[in-house]
Nanobody, 124 residues
Framework: QVQLLESGGGLVQAGGSLRLSCAASGRTLSSYVMGWFRQAPGKEREFVAVISRGGYYTRYASFVKDRFTISSDNAKNTLYLQMNSLKPEDTADYYC?????????????????WGQGTQVTVSS
């Protein structure tokens, strides 16, 4: 099975940018649909973005569209989330997940494999 490790989180001012990485080991990323989710304190984990096997298709939550970009580098076996124009409400722990479901699922329950998360804090 795949193991996932996120990195790249940190503290940034509103309007700034961060790039999150999710390094995979054990299996190749192209075998999975890959998603980014986030969880703020006291809230449920929510969908952010998903990329299909092979990277042919992406979809985003409405609240991040045109600000965030999901991508993958098969040579590095790594998933990315480029986050621009960050807002204080983007503050959360960000998680990457791997799914073997068909399509591009948005429910966290459809992702059996998760990393440990990376914290993003956006100050106003």
């Amino acid at each position: 099975q795949v193991q996932l490790l996120e990195s790249g989180g940190g503290l940034v001012q509103a309007g700034g940018s961060l790039r999150l990485s999710c390094a995979a080991s054990g299996r190749t990323l192209s075998s999975y649909v890959m998603g980014w989710f986030r969880q703020a304190p006291g809230k449920e984990r929510e969908f952010v973005a998903v990329i299909s096997r092979g990277g042919y298709y992406t979809r985003y939550a409405s609240f991040v569209k045109d600000r965030f970009t999901i991508s993958s580098d098969n040579a590095k076996n790594t998933l990315y989330l480029q986050m621009n124009s960050l807002k204080p409400e983007d503050t959360a722990d960000y998680y990457c997940g791997a799914s073997q479901r068909v399509g591009a699922p948005e429910r966290s329950s459809e992702y059996p494999y998760w990393g440990q998360g990376t914290q993003v804090t956006v100050s106003s």
